[in-house]
């Protein structure tokens, strides 16, 4: 069965950066876009880009451009997501996600990492 | 960027109740719209897909329609396991994708 699974909880400072991973297993990882989304405290979901784990290709939100970088390793099925210069509005829960945007594909997410900015 | 306009923000209905949901899209999107169910502290969980096409295992109480900007998704019979939060995505001429602010669903 498809899962994605991710790391755990992570508390950093102000002006600090995360890496957030997300290993997938089930299927054929260079098959699909990962996406991540994330959502603030009590609030609703937010796209913040995908990338091709077969070339490396990626495509951020305007709003995360210059702080986002997502990357992979498919020597071990993992996809990457690095926030930097993190702000304390950057607290939220970060999900990976094999989202369906066709017929014929499942849509599959991680189970969410928080990460607290906080000084 | 395509804009996901949903309403209500939130609503109170009581278990057997119809509930509807709308989301408007900014421009055309054709079919190209799903709608998630998040409960708290989960991730979010397909249930309609292309607007109108049920998700596997996914109860036959839920239903979408819509094309181009105007959408609706319907709970038949509102069941105690229903309380959620409901969001509607968008995928159409895609990247971005965006996602309506939700709507927020409790018992009366």
């Known amino acids: 069965q498809v899962q994605l699974v991710q790391s755990g909880a992570d508390v950093k400072k102000p002006g600090a950066s995360v890496k957030v991973s997300c290993k997938a297993s089930?299927?054929?990882?260079?098959?699909?876009?990962i996406n991540w989304v994330r959502q603030a405290p009590g609030q609703g979901l937010e796209w913040m880009g995908w990338?091709?784990?077969?070339?490396?290709?990626?495509n951020y939100a305007q709003k995360f451009q210059g702080r986002v970088t997502m990357t992979r390793d498919t020597s071990i099925s993992t996809a990457y997501m690095e926030l930097s210069s993190l702000r304390s509005d950057d607290t939220a829960i970060y999900y990976c996600?094999?989202?369906?945007?066709?017929?014929?594909?499942?849509?599959?997410w991680g189970q969410g990492t928080l990460v607290t900015v906080s000084s | 960027d395509i804009q996901m306009t949903q309403s209500p923000s939130s609503l109170s209905a009581s278990i057997g109740d119809r509930v509807t949901i709308t989301c408007q899209a900014s421009?055309?999107?054709?079919?190209?719209l799903n709608w998630y169910q998040q409960k708290p502290g989960k991730a979010p969980k397909l249930l309609i897909y292309?607007?109108?096409n049920l998700e596997t295992g996914v109860p036959s109480r839920f239903s979408g329609s819509g094309s181009g900007t105007d959408f609706t998704f319907t709970i038949s019979s509102l069941q105690p396991e229903d309380i959620a939060t409901y969001y509607c995505?968008?995928?159409?001429?895609?990247?971005?994708?965006?996602f309506g602010q939700g709507t927020r669903l409790d018992i009366k």
């Open positions: 990338i091709n784990p077969d070339i490396g290709g990626t």
């Open positions: 292309d607007a109108s």
């Open positions: 995505q968008q995928y159409d001429n895609v990247p971005p994708i965006t």
């Open positions: 089930g299927y054929t990882f260079s098959g699909y876009y």
């Open positions: 421009q055309d999107i054709s079919n190209y």
């Open positions: 996600a094999r989202l369906k945007l066709t017929a014929d594909q499942g849509d599959y």
